[in-house]
Nanobody, 126 residues
Framework: VQLQESGGGLVQAGGSLRLSCATS????????MAWFRQAPGKERHIVSC????????YYAESVEGRFTISRDDAKNTVYLQMGSLKPDDTAVYYC????????????????????WGQGTQVTVSS
């Protein structure tokens, strides 16, 4: 199983980016999928996650109302639409996935996830 993020880059404060994460090697339709981020010198934290069915989502307080997570299981892809970006959003963004039997569950800890992408850098300039 491989996860490949794309869509990162340099953007000015107030701008938008859309991250994508494509899963290969198996179907992601029974997976909880998540985005984490890690800023320089800081620990990795969850940004958002989405249940297997897409009916339940979670957002960190710092991105609530600005970011939107979505999934397209036909493409084995999860997206993170990021708007009103701030310099504090600067980080390496990682997608992660894990299998679940539950249709409406999500997970918030790094240790809960089985597979990880390599990360994509997002830099927001002031």
């Amino acid at each position: 199983v491989q996860l490949q993020e794309s869509g990162g880059g340099l953007v000015q404060a107030g701008g938008s980016l859309r991250l994508s994460c494509a899963t290969s090697g198996r179907s992601s339709s029974r997976d909880v999928m998540a985005w984490f981020r890690q800023a320089p010198g800081k620990e990795r934290h969850i940004v958002s996650c989405i249940s297997r069915t897409g009916t339940v989502t979670y957002y960190a307080e710092s991105v609530e109302g600005r970011f939107t997570i979505s999934r397209d299981d036909a493409k084995n892809t999860v997206y993170l639409q990021m708007g009103s970006l701030k310099p504090d959003d600067t980080a390496v963004y990682y997608c992660a996935t894990r299998y679940t039997d539950s249709a409406h569950t999500y997970y918030l800890k790094s240790d809960d996830y089985s597979y990880w992408g390599q990360g994509t850098q997002v830099t927001v300039s002031s």
